[in-house]
């Protein structure tokens, strides 16, 4: 699947913009590790854009309505396949599914989903309002911080570093970097 068939085919079914940046935020991500890992950028990306697909139709169902959804648009979006099914419901490991994420690319999502929100609102606390001049001791430190972006589990962060084999350092400066790469496109 291509990252602007994901887009089309999220646009169905989220409309809100914070959410849509999102998507697109973790597609960038997504798209920066596959490069890292050399796996295929398009696929990864998409799965990263499509991630939150039933975040807004069914927020008491996330993670489960997306199987509904992926099902009934088959027809239309042939490139869904039970991998990119699996990787969006095991990103809610533990919060909502117990769907584990077993794939890199699984894991990589479980803890970007996160760890992209963090370190936007970090950007957004910044004089610049920008991923362009942050270092990761900024996102750490905020990270300590659970009353800032109480939203963003640290759990989540913490354990999908751990499933990665990464340090946690060494995952925020990768996520940075991912975000710097389109950070205009993303308003950060």
């Not at 890992?37 to 489960?64: Q, R």
């Not at 690319?105 to 309002?129: H, W």
């Amino acid at each position: 699947m291509k990252p602007e068939t994901a887009f089309e085919l999220l646009g169905k079914y989220v409309k809100g913009p914070t959410l849509l940046r999102h998507c697109k935020t973790v597609g960038i991500a997504m798209r920066y590790f596959a490069e890292k890992y050399g796996e295929d950028a398009d696929y990864w990306e998409s799965v990263g854009i499509l991630h939150d697909i039933d975040f807004e139709v069914a927020p008491d169902n996330h993670c489960t309505k997306c199987v509904e959804i992926f099902a009934a648009e088959k027809a239309n979006y042939p490139q869904i396949d039970d991998q990119l099914v699996h990787a969006v419901q095991s990103h809610g490991w533990s919060i909502t599914v117990d769907v584990k994420p077993e794939h890199i690319m699984e894991k990589v999502l479980y803890t970007v989903d996160e760890l992209t929100g963090l370190i936007f609102a970090c950007a957004m606390a910044r004089p610049s309002k920008s991923v362009a001049d942050m270092e990761v001791k900024s996102v750490t430190k905020k990270f300590k911080d659970k009353a800032f972006a109480a939203g963003c589990s640290r759990d989540v962060i913490r354990t999908g570093a751990e499933l990665m084999g990464l340090e946690l350092n060494e995952i925020i400066q990768d996520c940075i970097l991912a975000m710097r790469t389109k950070h205009e496109e993303i308003g950060c």
